[in-house]
């Protein structure tokens, strides 16, 4: 699908991969719709790219029909607003898990089912989920956040088939570990010796390739790295003693710890 002039809204548009995600496609000829909840940066943010800001949380269910009817007709939706969720089920309330289903998964699928049937009737668009690396292969301390990130892969898989014939692509990006800003870089959690990471802008640049190429995955992340999601859903108990001898749970334990405040 052509990026130039398409009306693209973006959501968690005020964090590190969400500001680099509108800059990139705007860059392109988008017309940006922005949204998040942090109206001192998204506003902005918005008047510099010439776009809209539409204020929503994602975690209030009656907000998302509101957005999708204030943002109009869009051509593309890029999903990107997701909460950390890492960390031990157990230190967990009940309301918490609840937000953490809602903003990474159910808010998604909302969107992708209220924009989707107007993209489907006008034969055109294409819907992007901004998931994981932790969304093909699972790591300890993460098991909710975990969830959240494979239920999208399924749910995106699977609604590619269904808007095939309605000619609306279905791409979902997986980002590992970003350096500069998200959620990573945030929770100020340092990697084993090794391992790489990718930046914000490589974010952007896969999302816009998804869209422009119709892709159904890309992975942003060291070869490394990719191997061992790909290693993750082939054999996930020898990948698991591979992430363990890493010290993958060591820095999980870092994300969790880091991340909290943002439950």
Do not use: C, W
């Amino acid at each position: 699908m052509e990026l130039r002039g398409a009306r693209v809204l973006v959501t968690g548009a005020t964090g590190g991969i969400g500001q680099a995600l509108a800059v990139a496609l705007a860059a392109r000829g988008s017309e940006v719709v922005l949204t998040g909840r942090r109206t001192d940066l998204l506003e902005p943010l918005a008047e510099r790219l010439g776009g809209r800001a539409i204020a929503a949380d994602l975690a209030d269910r009656d907000a998302i029909e509101e957005l999708l009817e204030a943002a109009g007709d869009i051509d593309v939706l890029v999903a990107n607003a997701a909460l950390p969720a890492t960390g031990l089920l157990d230190d967990y309330s009940v309301g918490e898990i609840d937000r953490a289903l809602d903003v990474n998964l159910r808010a998604p699928i909302v969107m992708a089912k209220l924009a989707g049937q107007r993209m489907a009737a006008r034969r055109r668009g294409h819907l992007v989920f901004i998931s994981s690396l932790s969304g093909k292969t699972a790591s300890g301390q993460a098991s909710l956040y975990n969830a959240t990130k494979f239920g999208m892969r399924g749910f995106a898989l699977a609604l590619r088939e269904d808007m095939r014939p309605h000619h609306v692509g279905v791409s979902t990006v997986f980002p590992g570990y970003i350096s500069d800003a998200g959620m990573f870089a945030d929770s100020g959690a340092t990697l084993p010796r090794g391992v790489g990471t990718r930046s914000p802008k490589d974010v952007a640049r896969a999302t816009a390739r998804a869209v422009e190429q119709n892709l159904a995955e890309v992975d942003v992340a060291p070869l490394g790295l990719r191997l061992v999601a790909l290693l993750g859903g082939a054999a996930p108990g020898l990948t698991a003693a591979v992430q363990r001898r890493l010290g993958s749970d060591k820095v999980t334990e870092q994300l969790a710890r880091g991340q909290r405040h943002k439950r």
